[in-house]
Structures are given as C-alpha cells and as structure tokens.
C-alpha cells in the first residue's frame, strides 16, 4: 500500500522570506509521480508542481520548487520570495504512473501562512 | 475545455433523504476520482473509474453510497438515507493515464449540509 506523510499541521513564513514544507512517502514501486497541490482557503484545489520519480534533477516552477531524494522517499517543497497569496494547505500527493492500483493518495496536508 | 465540472455546487439535504452528486471531467481523461473532504483535513479517497469500469472503493464507504460512470464520461455520486457524518465537500478529479502528464485537475466539489 502506498502512504504519503505530512507531519507538520501547521506553518507560517514573513512575506517574501524562504520556506519548506516537508513530505515522505512510501511504495514498493519503481515508476511513480509526485505532486504537491494547494487548496485556498474555501477554494479549488490546484497542481502546483510535479515530479517524475525517474528524473533525478529537481522540478521547478517559478518560485515553487523541490527536494527529491528516492533513496529516502521525502519529496519537499521549496516557496521562495513568499507571497500573501501562498496563503494555503498544501497537499503531497502520489500515483503509479501504470497499473490497476493507481489511484491518486493525499497527506493530510500542511496549512502555511504567509504574514505581511 | 473549461476544466473539471461538478453539480450543484451546494446542497442542502435532511437527514435520511438521498442526494446525487453529478462531475463532468475533462473531456480527454479517462480516468475519474471522487474524494470526500472536511473542513482542514486532506481528501479522502473514495472510488476512482478507468473509462466505464469502478477500479476501487474505499472500504471505509458504506453500501449507502455509490458512483457511476456508465459511458466512460461524466459521474455521479449517490448516496442514500443521508446521515448527518456525511456532511463535507465531495471532489472530483480526472486525469489521464496516456502520455506523460498523469497529474489529476480537480473540480470546484460539491458542498452537502445534511440537517
């Protein structure tokens, strides 16, 4: 069975300060995706980054990017210049690229606020 | 395409009534997802379909909800004598299984109050 785990419930960054929001997983497969998405408060939830668990150099998008390390299973995810409207949970999510058994598994999330 | 679509938005139900839920997904996705979600928890996995066929269900759902996808295009989500532990947001996600862009798009979800 594949598990995804958050075990920070809670963080806060100034505005335009660095921060990491951390994520382990765990599977016995070899070709699998790795996501981080963001919910708004009351809003849609919305892919924010995606990662190839054959690629080993790190995906980036703009400010959002990630730390993935396969041999330890922890894929992190990096927001810099923190903005107010990063104001969000921020799920981890994993899925086998094939096969029957692939659906789509959350982390119980992390809510970040970002302080003026 | 405009996205993930799910109706109604909102419902409101008493208690033992039985609701149904409707998602339209991205129109080249062959897979479908529904979630149940709570006020500051993560989605909770309930059923996902390749094209027609139901993949899973969690065993955690009772046999009072169920979910269809009869042509391989939208869903609906069903459940029946309503109880007041099934009030949440109920999301729908697509995705697609060909290429390389297996990432799930969500829809708005539906919000149920049961009274």
């Known amino acids: 069975a594949q598990t995804v785990t958050q075990s920070q419930p809670e963080m806060s960054v100034q505005e335009a300060e660095t921060v990491t929001l951390s994520c382990t997983y765990d599977?016995?497969?070899?070709?699998?995706?790795l996501f981080w998405y963001k919910q708004p408060p009351s809003r849609q939830m919305i892919l924010v980054i995606r990662?190839?668990?054959?690629?080993?150099q790190n995906a980036t998008e703009n400010r959002f990017s990630v730390n993935f390390q396969k041999a330890a299973k922890s894929f992190s995810l990096k927001i810099s210049d923190s903005q107010l409207g990063d104001t969000a949970m921020y799920f981890c999510?994993?899925?086998?690229?094939?096969?029957?058994?692939?659906?789509?598994?959350f982390g119980k999330g992390i809510t970040l606020s970002v302080r003026p | 395409d405009t996205g993930v679509s799910q109706d109604p938005r909102h419902k409101i139900t008493k208690r033992g009534q039985n609701v149904t839920f409707r998602c339209d997904p991205i129109s080249e996705h062959n897979r479908l997802y529904w979630y149940r979600q709570t006020l500051g928890q993560g989605p909770e996995f309930l059923t996902y379909f390749q094209n027609e066929a139901q993949l899973e269900k969690s065993r955690l759902l009772s046999d009072r909800f169920s979910a269809e996808r009869p042509k391989g295009s939208f869903s609906t989500l069903e459940i029946q004598r309503t109880e007041q532990g099934d009030s949440a947001m109920y999301l729908c996600?697509?995705?697609?299984?060909?290429?390389?862009?297996?990432?799930?798009?969500f829809g708005q979800g539906t919000r149920l109050t049961v009274v």
């Open positions: 996600a697509s995705s697609s299984d060909r290429g390389n862009r297996p990432e799930a798009f």
């Open positions: 599977t016995s497969e070899n070709n699998y995706y």
């Open positions: 990662q190839e668990a054959y690629k080993q």
């Open positions: 999510a994993f899925i086998i690229y094939t096969g029957a058994n692939s659906k789509l598994t």
